[in-house]
């Protein structure tokens, strides 16, 4: 019998990842096919893959939006593709796998050695994505820390005492946000050139918010970070004798200075006044394009929840939080909480329309909803994607839109429900909450409008 092996992970490290794990090992034992997920969270490495495993594997499934290192699989057949397909086709990707030859080397699950045009177009444009977002996977705990900790000092005040336990969780909090446009732009760098990218990233990421081009400017800085590294290591030649003084001493000394001499007299000072404008904008738009952003970026948070649109949407409110906007951060998270409590609230309103199995998982998306983790809708919206994301996208839309127009400013990034029990954490919260019941609300009348009946009891 063969054996087949499989690595999932996402950015988040929270749900994508163990979703699709779950998805793939279901779909294994229902084809008798003995498999090991391996999943690489926000925990770290579980249930990891070993050399002598590897070795008795036929092939491997690799479903990630993250680096995974594929060294260890050298000389093993591997199918490779997005997190979200673990989730939506696990079954073929296990047919893929189990068809593949078994001398075969590694490779994606793309068919032929030649790619076209538009396959190269789409694998750069993955790439782009997957660095992204491994800078913003090692963002997220520093800021989702950092803001709940300043959240918690609100506890004592906006503005707590100086010496007070609320001022030292603020100056805690404070430090964490700090640093987190340097470590989005060193693993932005990281992912691209490896270690020898991520000092530049990082001298790079701590100019870009010295400079105050904030989130942007610590986009800009990594992917320049990463591919300058890439570029003096393919033109730099040395005797093998001197070969050694490249990653220690040229690589670091000469990248560090083309970057930061970049940012500093090229790209830092247009990048604070674009990111200058964009906050001006921000906080004095009128009612009708806070209405209109926050539509947008509600309908972008459950357009692939937890996909690209989704983490863009996120990224996007995360990054004004450092510069004083928390409009659009409350708009997202009453929007990436509105498709699975919109979920459960259907399955309450019309049983009928859902089996046994989906009721009980709809229940599971109500407390997920109510987290602020998106993902709990994805089995519904990858069963029935024509109806369900419509209807996921106009009630994300309608609470984004809701929550702006009733002027709600969220300082955490991350809490979901829990995080309405902070005083000042967010503002007119009532109106807020109003906001997320409208939205579920809207959500679960048009997923039971669109869906069909599943069963007469």
């Known amino acids: 019998m063969k054996k087949l092996l499989a690595v999932t992970?996402?950015?988040?490290?929270?749900?994508?990842?163990?979703?699709?794990?779950?998805?793939?090992?279901?779909?294994?034992?229902?084809?008798?096919?003995?498999?090991?997920?391996?999943?690489?969270?926000?925990?770290?490495?579980?249930?990891?893959?070993?050399?002598?495993?590897?070795?008795?594997?036929?092939?491997?499934?690799?479903?990630?939006?993250?680096d995974v290192d594929e060294s260890r699989f050298e000389g093993k057949p591997v199918v490779k593709v997005p997190v979200a397909q673990g989730i939506k086709i696990p079954g073929e990707l296990i047919e893929q796998a189990l068809a593949k030859e078994a001398t075969a080397p590694v490779a994606s699950s793309s068919a032929g050695t030649e790619?076209?045009?538009?396959?190269?177009?789409?694998?750069?444009?993955?790439?782009?994505?997957?660095?992204?977002?491994?800078?913003?996977?090692n963002m997220l705990p520093l800021v989702v820390a950092g803001g709940l900790i300043i959240a918690l000092s609100f506890l004592w005040g906006i503005n707590p005492p100086e010496g007070s336990l609320g001022a030292s969780l603020g100056a805690i909090g404070g430090a964490?946000?700090?640093?987190?446009?340097?470590?989005?732009a060193g693993f932005i760098a990281f992912s691209i050139a490896g270690k020898s990218g991520l000092a530049p990233g990082l001298v790079g990421g701590v100019m870009a918010g010295s400079l105050g081009a904030g989130f942007l400017g610590g986009i800009i800085a990594g992917?320049?970070?990463?591919?300058?590294?890439?570029?003096?290591?393919?033109?730099?030649?040395?005797?093998?004798?001197f070969e050694g003084l490249k990653p220690i001493l040229l690589i670091p000394l000469l990248s560090v200075l083309i970057v930061g001499l970049l940012m500093h007299y090229v790209i830092g000072t247009p990048l604070a006044a674009l990111m200058g404008a964009l906050t001006s904008w921000l906080q004095s738009m009128g009612s009708v394009n806070a209405v209109l952003l926050g539509a947008v970026l509600g309908a972008m948070m459950a357009i692939d929840m937890g996909g690209p649109f989704n983490k863009t949407a996120y990224t996007f409110a995360v990054g004004l939080l450092g510069s004083g906007v928390f409009g659009p951060m409350a708009a997202v998270m009453a929007a990436g909480?509105?498709?699975?409590?919109?979920?459960?609230?259907?399955?309450?309103?019309?049983?009928?329309?859902?089996?046994?199995?989906?009721?009980?998982?709809?229940k599971v998306a109500g407390f997920l909803g109510l987290s602020f983790i998106t993902e709990g809708a994805i089995p519904f919206g990858a069963a029935d994607p024509l109806r369900m994301i419509p209807a996921f996208m106009v009630g994300s839309?309608?609470?984004?839109?809701?929550?702006?127009?009733?002027?709600?400013?969220?300082?955490?990034?991350?809490?979901?429900?829990?995080?309405?029990?902070?005083?000042?954490?967010?503002?007119?919260?009532?109106l807020y909450a109003l906001a997320i019941v409208i939205g579920t609300v809207v959500t679960a009348v048009l997923v039971n409008i669109l869906k069909r009946n599943k069963i007469t009891v």
């Open 397 to 430: 839309g309608v609470a984004g839109a809701l929550s702006m127009a009733f002027g709600a400013a969220l300082r955490a990034p991350h809490g979901g429900i829990f995080v309405m029990a902070i005083p000042n954490a967010i503002t007119n919260v009532l």
């Open 176 to 184: 964490a946000m700090g640093l987190m446009i340097p470590i989005l």
């Open 223 to 241: 992917f320049l970070a990463g591919y300058v590294v890439k570029f003096l290591i393919k033109v730099i030649k040395l005797p093998k004798s």
């Open 337 to 362: 909480m509105t498709p699975p409590l919109g979920i459960w609230l259907a399955t309450v309103m019309a049983p009928k329309k859902f089996t046994t199995e989906e009721r009980g998982a709809g």
């Open 115 to 137: 790619k076209s045009s538009a396959e190269t177009k789409t694998s750069s444009g993955n790439s782009i994505y997957k660095n992204l977002m491994n800078g913003v996977s």
């Open 9 to 66: 992970a996402c950015p988040t490290g929270i749900a994508h990842t163990y979703m699709a794990a779950e998805s793939i090992q279901k779909a294994a034992n229902e084809k008798n096919v003995q498999i090991k997920v391996e999943t690489r969270g926000a925990v770290g490495v579980e249930n990891g893959l070993t050399p002598e495993e590897i070795a008795e594997a036929h092939a491997i499934i690799i479903a990630a939006d993250t």
